[in-house]
C-alpha cells in the first residue's frame, strides 16, 4: 500500500535559517506528490506540488523536487520567516480517485 | 467566492449523542472527502464522495456515517458519538480523476465528547 514518511518533528529555528523538512514515500505506479501546510487555527492549504521525477515545485520561497530513485521529496527554504510557522503535511496521489495519503505533518516553529 | 465552509466550528457533545457535521462548497467539485486530525497520527480519511449519491469508506469509517444528496454538501454524522471520537474534522473537495488536483480544505471543526 501507499506511505509517506516524514521526519519526527517538531522543529524550531532562528529566524533567516536554513530548513530541510524530509520526506521519502513508498506507493504502487507513479504517484503525484504534495506539500500541504496549516497555519495556526487554519485549514490544510497546498503548498506545492510535483507530479513526475525530476520535477521541482517551488512557492513562497519554499522547493521540493521529485527524486524517484530515493523516493523522496524533501521540503526546503534557504531563509525562514516567523510567519512560516504552522505544520507541513507531505503527501502522495496515486490513481484517478483523488484520494491523498498523508505523512503525520511536522510542526515548524520559527524565532524571531 | 465562498469555497469550502464548515459548520459549527466548535462542537461540545455528550457520550451517546448524534452529532452532525455540516461542510459545503461551492465550486461543484464532484470529489468531497471527511478527514480527522489527531496528534500523532496526521489526518486519516474517515469517508469520500465521487459524486452525489456516491460514497466510499476511508481508513477509519467506524461510527461515522455519510450522505451526499447534493453535490455541495457532504455531512458526516455521528450516530453515537464516543470520546476516542474527540478530534478537529475537516472537510475538503476536490476535481476529479486528474494527476495534478488539489484538495480544498475547510477551517476545520473541533468536537469535544464528554
Known amino acids: 500500500g501507499n506511505s509517506v514518511t516524514q521526519m519526527e518533528g517538531p522543529v524550531t529555528l532562528s529566524e533567516e535559517a536554513f530548513l530541510t523538512i524530509n520526506c521519502t514515500y513508498t506507493a504502487t505506479g507513479y504517484p503525484s506528490l504534495f506539500w500541504y501546510v496549516q497555519y495556526p487555527g487554519e485549514g490544510l492549504q497546498l503548498l506545492l506540488k510535483a507530479t513526475k521525477a525530476d520535477d521541482k515545485g517551488s512557492n513562497k520561497g519554499f522547493e521540493a523536487t521529485y527524486r524517484k530513485e530515493t523516493t523522496s521529496f524533501h521540503l526546503e527554504k534557504g531563509s525562514v520567516q516567523v510567519s512560516d510557522s504552522a505544520v507541513y503535511f507531505c503527501a502522495l496521489l496515486t490513481g484517478a480517485n483523488s484520494k491523498l495519503t498523508f505523512g503525520k505533518g511536522i510542526t515548524l516553529s520559527v524565532r524571531p | 467566492d465562498a469555497g469550502i465552509t464548515q459548520s459549527p466550528r466548535y462542537k461540545i457533545t455528550e457520550t451517546g449523542r448524534q452529532v452532525t457535521l455540516m461542510c459545503h462548497q461551492t465550486?461543484?467539485?464532484?470529489?468531497m472527502f471527511w478527514y480527522r486530525q489527531d496528534l500523532g497520527h496526521g489526518l486519516r480519511l474517515i469517508y469520500y464522495s465521487a459524486a452525489a449519491d456516491i460514497t466510499d469508506k476511508g481508513e477509519v469509517p467506524d461510527g461515522y456515517v455519510v450522505s451526499r444528496s447534493k453535490t455541495e454538501n457532504f455531512p458526516l454524522t455521528l450516530e453515537s458519538a464516543t470520546r476516542s471520537q474527540t478530534s478537529v474534522y475537516f472537510c475538503?473537495?476536490?476535481?476529479?480523476?486528474?494527476?495534478?488536483?488539489?484538495?480544498?480544505f475547510g477551517p476545520g471543526t473541533r468536537l469535544t465528547v464528554l
Open positions: 465550486w461543484s467539485h464532484s470529489y
Open positions: 475538503a473537495s476536490s476535481v476529479p480523476g486528474r494527476r495534478t488536483d488539489t484538495q480544498y
